[in-house]
């Protein structure tokens, strides 16, 4: 078994600013994919905002298992088609990390069907990750808690749906608190957010952040065949009923007739 | 306390199909409508496609408590302002009962984030609505199961979020099963999926149907002032926060700068 | 319609500390029973583990629509037959709510099936809670966060079961958070658990989180007549049931003979 | 890996009636472990109520990594400490598989919380197991729906708390439905509910009965190590807050002090 995973990154902070650059001169989604390739059931690669259908073709997504999603300044610039693709592999059984500012990415607030918003302050303070499922497969060998000595806070409300389970919740210096790992199941697909990464801090290079993102792929990976019937509205005519029933009363439908959508 | 409720109707097949005029000479709507006018808790109107902006104008959406919703055949034709005018209310508080072919209606399709997609069968099958929630306030005076004599089979997988909770479970002659009372919480709205009311049978006529409605409304409403800061992602500056800290390491935004969206 | 509360107090620390009783003369239990009294929907009464039966009989249970328990010292000195018929009534549809110290008490670790242990420091510390479901009803007229200036810290993993949905989650000035205000069903009951009011602290005289209480004890009233049937588990016999079915194959129970237990 | 898996059966009904033991020559709890035995990365061996400690000695707990239990007639005799011993494991991580009957049996009820009961009538009836998570892994491989032809019905309402998820949906002949597959996470343990399996039909002969138990056994397995933790209620004193934080205000507690239990 391998993972076969991709880290998506929308590659504009890393060129254009030069903080940002230094800490990740190869940019953030191949800090991320290498800091996943440590894991031998994992292999990692990379696709960007830049590139021919934002590197998502339809036949790569075939081939995804886990997609990691960052990015932040250029959500708009996401094209509703790849958004679409998206959000349809995912329901067949992709699995989907989103981090940090990926809160507002397209493909997320499609999935979550809620705004997603929360509040924010970039002032390098301290943030510290509980974790309060500490069975869950996400936060397997991280500690009770870990510091991120310079993180941007992100404070409640985040306005996503309940989650199947809540993993992690931040403190912050400032005194606000945040849902950072969360997980829900939409379709066939895991998902699963988790809140740290800002750019202009080395936070992918922390060692139990790297380990959280192994475990959160490790999670999201199903390994069923595409689910291709998540879409369908299939008719059951009632000769193929499973047990015996006769047609009774009115019917708007023809037989063989499509449903409305 | 008087509930403002809106009830929307597709309006089409009544007036195009003399089996389901019959049924509903005023169209769906105005039945479910007058169920729901039978509990002084409860003040309801109708809206329809027709109308210019399907009847539901801003104006109008800001003095609705809860919204509900049928439709089938015209699914495509709801606009889709309107639908994200929905959402953005629901978020806000509104209360959403979805019914029946509703499952494809687009503002539900957008608020779940997932194909919504289901089985079908038009055959006039015996339905068997059991409780399996019987403490909900939506089960309240409902008996353990009640019956249905001719519905439309609808049948798994309904391709929908896991719900906050499972209030209903049907029973079809033809031998599937559904998940027919569903609720959900999306932002500071409260959501809720019933199945029966397919057109061609007298399901809204139903008393336990319309008592199922009834509660449903009471259960969705959220008595909160309109929550319009779930469409926001605020700055806090350092100079405001609420514990004392410095500012420290490098940052992307000059103070004041919004965020990316 | 009058919420017939009872609010159950250990009633040791206000007699044997001069702290606890300075701000609390009259116990705990009464402090809190007033602050319920001034909203008109509700009639609260006070019960001490002293009293015959601790104060709950099984006419007076039977008689009580929410019960609020704050316990602490003595947990062991609570009856299991008590235990036993306080769990009975919520599975009925009673409404518990666990206060603080509670999250020990025997009634709450029966219904939860699980420790519900906790990290814990008595500093007098900062606590500021977060709404994180501004839209629930207990959160109703709460601020998006409140301080308690003097607080004892309660800190993750809080063993209880993934709840229904999260309201509150506390940040510490000593570096933890904590799920502060969670919600369970449980049969026909709800269950809320609240987290502040250490007993040397003037938490229940704090204005929010009486409102909290309030809103709590609303939120877990269920007006639905006693809900007996969830003890049983009848025999359904053949020639009752529902769909005609002819009996196949051996059994292991004679007509009409009890299941095991 | 190899995941250690104990199959705890009452062993009675095989013992004293000859139509279980034709069936189960060797017992039910033999058939179920060699099922699972089918599967190179399950290694289960078996207990019964009849050995000392019931074959659940400490000892033996410790290396057990997924209990599964099938129960009925004897519930009453397995030993309360047993109990205990068994619910502590799962918090700390053991997965626990319950069977058919098993919604009664003591170590059940204990991490439930809940009455677990339900409807029941023996006739052989048709039993039709709907998917309704096809995505999860317990319903990897399973069909959208499958067939017994003969089983002992159980119905709605089963005293459950809600699930984390709901997997299966059991339609019956008799005009019944139940929610058949279920799961919960207490502590670190994860417990999967899975309603076929009376006694006196060949239900765990069926291939895709043996399917759901081998994948919940995989599902229920948590690799992470013994969590000891669970049963702690740790007192943080200020010196080693994470935060440097000043005590303030009265205490009830010496420096060092247990908490109440």
Known sequence: MTIRTVVWGE???ERENAIVRDIYPDGMHATIASALNKDPEVEATTATLQEPEHGLSVERLAETDVLVWWGHKAHGDV????????A???????????LHSGHFAKPF???????CALKWREAGERERIWTVN????????????????????????????EPLETVFISWFAGGEIFR????????????????PGHETYPTYHDANVQQVIR?????AYNPMPRYGAVHDAPNVPVEEALEP?????????????????
Do not use: C
């Not at 094209?79 to 998206?86: A, F, H, Y």
């Open 79 to 86: 094209s509703d088609e790849i958004v679409e693709r998206v």
């Open 134 to 161: 500490p069975g869950h497969p996400i936060a397997a060998g991280i500690p009770e808690n870990f510091v991120l000595e310079n993180e941007e806070m992100y404070g409640e409300f985040f306005s996503v749906p």
């Open 215 to 219: 475990n959160g792929v490790k999670w």
């Open 109 to 115: 607030k499609r999935l979550m069907g809620t705004p």
């Open 88 to 98: 349809s592999r995912v329901w067949e059984g992709m699995g989907l990390l989103v």
């Open 245 to 261: 029933i006769t047609e009774r009363g009115p019917r708007l439908h023809q037989a063989g007739e499509e449903g409305y959508k």
């Open 180 to 195: 950072s790992g969360l997980t829900w199941r939409r379709g066939a697909g895991n998902i699963f957010y988790f809140r």
């Open 11 to 13: 590659n504009i902070h």
